[in-house]
């Protein structure tokens, strides 16, 4: 299967991830670092893949998965925080936009990090994509309370260094390695939030509200257990696809999560409108058709162009 295929499969997972996350992070669990200490604790199941290739690496490839990790998981609290104050699918593709941004911008500079030649059937594809994804982000036209927040950039900028850094690593190491080590650098900085006295706090209060077994607990416990492993299929197609092919384009495909997460949030606005709060007047099915279209016609594009990792 190509990079493009293994991209899409994962970004299927990222939708339905982003929408258990939008349900815990407004019913059950209250805060953002909260929530990504959680999910840095779940990371380490990546080393049940420990027999599978696992390798030990001079200090410095072992230092930038690690870092990779850690960025991703600092990435991850900005993330849930924007998604607590906003709709789901108007943040997720702006995050990934930054992500994209991020990764396009540092290609097209020679260096350490650059591994594409853009050439304009390449811009176009990703025009096309990222456009689609901010076609579905605001509204238009667009009014003056229209703003990005700065945990959206927070987020974007680093993950897309993540990113970066884990295809940058890859040049030394294998799939079941880089994996391995970049999840261990996200259960570390999951650790680290403890260093701040206000994340300590929210995190103590929180295990201590979970350590009674009751109806909700379980309730909540299974749904994000549920939830952690489909990010974690998700994490695994995605890190593969960037592993195959060029990180900007596989983070320029983002824009076809956008579209699974509009079809499964829709419906879910319906029963949990508290939750989920998507708008659905006629001009907002109009854009958000339009916006899919144009996503529709860049995955194609770039599905017949022959965008390939360039080494």
């Known amino acids: 299967m190509s990079w493009i295929g293994v991209a899409l499969f994962g970004y299927f997972f990222n939708a339905v991830t982003a929408i258990f996350d939008k349900y815990l992070l407004a019913e059950r669990i209250k805060t953002p670092a909260v929530y990504a200490f959680f999910v840095s604790l779940f990371s380490l199941f990546v080393l049940i893949f420990i027999p599978f290739g696992f390798r030990f690496f001079n200090w410095q490839t072992t230092g930038i998965f690690l870092f990779s990790g850690a960025l991703f998981l600092y990435g991850l609290v900005a993330l849930y925080t924007a998604v607590k104050e906003s709709e789901i699918s108007r943040i997720t593709p702006l995050v990934g936009t930054v992500v994209s941004l991020v990764a396009i911008g540092v290609g097209f500079f020679p260096g350490t990090f650059s591994e594409t030649a853009f050439s304009l059937s390449h811009i176009v594809v990703l ?108 994490s695994l197609l995605i890190i593969y696809a960037t592993y195959l092919g060029p990180v900007s384009f596989v983070q320029a495909l983002s824009g076809m999560q956008y579209v699974f997460l509009l079809l499964l949030a829709l419906p879910l606005s319906l029963r949990y409108p508290q939750v989920f709060g998507e708008r659905l007047f006629f001009w907002d099915w109009f854009q958000k058709a339009c916006a899919i279209i144009i996503i529709g016609l860049g995955l194609w594009l770039s599905a017949t162009s022959g965008i390939k990792l360039l080494v």
Request: hydrophobic residues 50%.
């Open 127 to 234: 025009v096309l994509l990222i456009g689609g994804g901010l076609l579905i982000s605001f509204d238009l036209p667009l009014r003056k309370q229209e703003h990005i927040s700065s945990s959206v950039v927070i987020a974007g900028v680093a993950m897309g260094v993540s990113l970066l850094l884990l295809k940058y690593g890859y040049a030394d190491a294998n799939f079941v390695s880089g994996l391995i080590w970049s999840r261990i650098g996200m259960f570390l900085a999951g650790l680290s939030l403890f260093l701040v006295p206000t994340y300590r706090g929210q995190i103590l209060n929180e295990v201590s509200a979970f350590s009674g077994i009751s109806r909700s607990v379980v309730h909540t416990g299974a749904i994000f257990v549920m939830n952690k492993l489909c990010a974690g299929g998700a």
